[in-house]
């Protein structure tokens, strides 16, 4: 089964950087959208940022031009840095990976779509 964990959260003052990492691992074939959402309390879980495997990527409009999503595909990894935090960033940064297992003597490659446990991020003076 695919594990995904992400790492890189913490506190930060208004208008710092962080930089977020979420590393997939296990018998994957292949992965085709890693994407960054979060969840913050009392509130619903938002998408904030996806990349696909031929590097398209997509930002929130509340993120656009402070974040930046990319992806190491030798690594299995997404990041996302963060700039220009505001306090409204504060939350829970959940990755997901999606993409294929191997197949098992069959021409499908089974689908896969794996979320990590999350990397609290704090924004705050």
């Known amino acids: 089964q695919v594990q995904v964990v992400e790492s890189g959260g913490g506190l930060v003052q208004p208008g710092g950087s962080l930089r977020l990492s979420c590393a997939a691992s296990?018998?994957?074939?292949?992965?085709?959208?890693m994407d960054w959402s979060r969840q913050a309390p009392g509130k619903q879980r938002e998408s904030v940022a996806s990349?696909?495997?031929?590097?398209?990527?997509i930002y929130a409009a509340a993120v656009k031009g402070r974040f930046t999503i990319s992806r190491d595909d030798l690594k299995n990894t997404v990041y996302l840095q963060m700039n220009s935090l505001k306090p409204e960033d504060t939350a829970v940064y959940l990755c997901?990976?999606?993409?294929?297992?191997?197949?098992?003597?069959?021409?499908?490659?089974?689908?896969?779509?794996?979320w990590g446990q999350g990397t609290q991020v704090t924004v705050s003076s």
């Open positions: 296990g018998n994957i074939h292949s992965i085709n959208t």
């Open positions: 990349v696909t495997s031929g590097g398209t990527t």
């Open positions: 997901n990976v999606e993409g294929h297992l191997p197949r098992h003597g069959g021409g499908i490659y089974p689908a896969f779509n794996s």
